[in-house]
């Protein structure tokens, strides 16, 4: 609808002269559907990002009956060190990650 109004020459106000043909309207109403389309394409990327960040760095669950997952840091390695030996028949796994 935009363009058309950019063609007939409307404003929100009243009628102005018109100015542009009926063929030249698409080629004036282009650049504000192009900056649209990267408006909503920004938006988009924005959410996503936003949504993963979320999904990563927000609070863990665990199965009802399973221990709270635990940061694995040099204070409370002793207590890591306890539990992990602590059953000697039941089997054991560690998964150490590193960023680099």
């Known amino acids: 609808m935009d363009w058309e109004c950019v063609a007939l020459g ?7 002269d018109d100015s542009l ?3 030249n309207r698409r080629r004036y109403c ?4 192009e900056m649209k389309k990267r408006a909503i ?15 990563l760095w927000g609070p863990s669950s665990v199965p009802s009956g399973q221990e709270p997952l635990t940061v694995l ?3 409370d390695f002793h207590e890591f060190a306890a539990a992990f030996d602590g059953d ?3 089997p054991r796994m ?3 990650l590193s960023p680099t």
């Open 21 to 23: 043909s009926a063929g």
């Open 94 to 96: 560690v998964l150490l």
């Open 10 to 16: 409307i404003s929100r106000r009243g009628f102005g």
């Open 73 to 75: 840091s040099n204070a």
């Open 41 to 55: 394409t920004i938006g988009g990327i924005t959410l996503v990002l936003i949504l993963a960040a979320v999904y």
């Open 30 to 33: 282009r650049p504000v559907l």
């Open 88 to 90: 000697t028949d039941v």
